[in-house]
């Protein structure tokens, strides 16, 4: 009775396509690491901002905060955007933040930089005028580390 080549046939093909695919899946998951531990630093830095005390007066904004990485000379530079809404002035939570350990607002990281600012849909309208207003903060965090691997910070 001759014998079947097809049985034969499908666990070679089985080890060609595992020897095509494994390679690339870890060079892909070589290539995405610098990328997510970034993604997770940026998680952890944006906990630790929102989960810092507000200034008195403030509560967090409507607006979902917003995270970003790039860089400069292979350093990834963390971005992160939320508004307050504040019955204080923009240059009251500005000096809260400016005041703010760096060690308790952004952890290990090199060095912060915080901005603050009041967008007005008139810009003829007095921002006095309401009980509260709107104070966009805007948190530069630098990290400490190089990082040639994550494109993003080049």
């Not at 494994?22 to 998951?29: D, E, G, I, R, S």
């Not at 915080?114 to 006095?128: K, L, S, T």
């Not at 965090?141 to 190089?146: D, H, N, P, W």
Request: aromatic fraction near 12%.
């Amino acid at each position: 009775m001759p014998s079947s080549t097809t049985g034969d046939r499908k666990p070679q093909l089985g080890r060609k396509v595992a020897l095509v695919i494994a390679p690339l899946t870890l060079l892909f998951v070589v290539a995405m690491a610098p990328t997510w531990v970034h993604d997770y630093y940026l998680a952890r830095i944006m906990d630790r901002v929102l989960s810092y005390p507000l200034p008195s007066g403030a509560e967090l904004g409507f607006g979902e905060p917003q995270g970003e990485i790039s860089g400069e000379s292979n350093m990834c530079v963390y971005y992160i955007r939320f508004d307050v809404h504040t019955d204080g002035s923009a240059r009251d939570v500005l000096k809260y933040y400016q005041k703010a350990k760096t060690a308790d607002l952004v952890g290990s990281y090199a060095w912060f930089d915080v901005n603050v600012w009041v967008p007005f849909d008139d810009p003829e309208e007095d921002a006095g005028s309401y009980a509260t207003q709107a104070v966009i903060v805007d948190l530069l965090v630098m990290s400490s580390t190089r990082s040639a691997w994550d494109l993003r910070c080049r």
